[in-house]
């Protein structure tokens, strides 16, 4: 106490004030550091392989063109010959593909066999699970059983047959696993088996990665947010939605009201107009970090909406959640 109150005023400010100088000092050595070792990238691409599933349109096309001009040896699995030709077309002499279907473990088990005849000794230094689909979307209630088995096929048992059957390849080059979530994955906002599906995307990676580090493999999940795919398509969004509501019983269809379906299509028209980015390169740019990138990160979003709207509401109360969906969906003529 008398040390200070001998100190000049100035000098006494700066003691007092001195952790905050510290505190400020060590967050931007942090954020040198974490910049730095974001930037650092492997060498070497002309010796890697990458398996990407659902190469055929979308996230998954762009990918394997930008790999390919990388260097990357890059495999596709494509659903149909028509995919695998288009892009054949469009590539180097180093891209190979592959016919797919990630709801048969023995289309998958085929691939990995004439992956580990491609790759050799290398292993395979990067799995891309991005194959999925969105459809039947809409409200629980619409949803028969065999409609949330549809899209949970592809969307989770896809990606855990995909791996646990590459695991093997992977770990032999000591690669990555990089697993495609969404934004969808973090707030449960449509009913069907989407949400659901992504949920378990984003549990089995974590599971994934705090099993297998010890083994130097990589985990990572891609959370993109709303963008222009076959995923969002209005079309076959809405030709799902009249189908689902036409299966409906006459007593279902009472509780919700003759005009609950067209309100609901019209919401949905406007959410993906508003919010759809049709800059793919946003995702695929995330995809590329994690297999390029010496230190990859855990979760990458893309899209504004990701890191502005979804990623934030993730770490809000339920309640939160709950009152927005309920001011921006229609209400059911019969609710109480």
Request: glycine share 6%; with cysteine; charged share 25%.
């Amino acid at each position: 106490k008398l040390f200070f109150k001998t100190c000049p005023p100035t000098r006494r400010v700066l003691l007092e004030n001195a952790w905050l100088y510290i505190l400020a000092t060590f967050i931007v050595l942090w954020i040198v550091v974490w910049l730095y070792r974001d930037s650092v990238e492997i060498e070497d691409f002309a010796n890697k392989y990458v398996f990407v599933t659902g190469s055929d349109t979308g996230f998954g096309n762009l990918l394997c063109k930008k790999l390919d001009r990388k260097g990357f040896r890059v495999l596709a699995g494509c659903l149909t010959e028509k995919g695998a030709d288009d892009l054949k077309r469009v590539a180097g002499p180093y891209l190979k593909t592959v016919l797919l279907d990630v709801t048969s473990q023995g289309s998958i088990e085929k691939a990995m066999e004439w992956t580990k005849k491609e790759v050799g000794d290398k292993g395979l230094w990067g799995l891309v699970n991005n194959a999925g689909r969105s459809l039947p979307m809409g409200p629980s209630e619409w949803m028969k059983v065999e409609d949330f088995h549809s899209t949970l096929k592809v969307n989770m048992n896809g990606v855990i047959a995909m791996t646990m059957t590459f695991l093997p390849l992977i770990k032999q080059a000591r690669g990555r696993v990089v697993n495609v979530a969404s934004v969808l994955g973090r707030v449960a906002a449509n009913g069907g088996g989407y949400c659901i599906s992504k949920f378990a995307v984003e549990s089995f990676s974590d599971c994934l990665r705090r099993d297998i580090h010890y083994f130097g493999i990589k985990v990572c999940i891609i959370e993109p947010g709303f963008f222009k795919t076959a995923v969002t398509s209005l079309e076959p969004l809405e030709r799902e939605l009249h189908r689902l509501w036409n299966q409906l019983s006459p007593e279902v269809k009472a509780s919700y009201g003759d005009k609950y379906l067209d309100k609901y299509i019209k919401i949905q028209r406007l959410i993906m107009n508003a919010i759809c980015d049709s800059d793919l390169n946003k995702v695929t740019n995330c995809m590329e970090h994690a297999l390029t990138a010496a230190h990859p990160r855990t979760r990458y979003s893309a899209g504004w909406d990701a890191k502005l709207i979804w990623i934030p509401l993730s770490y809000m109360p339920s309640f939160v959640v709950d009152i927005a969906l309920k001011l921006v969906l229609p209400r059911p003529s019969k609710s109480v």
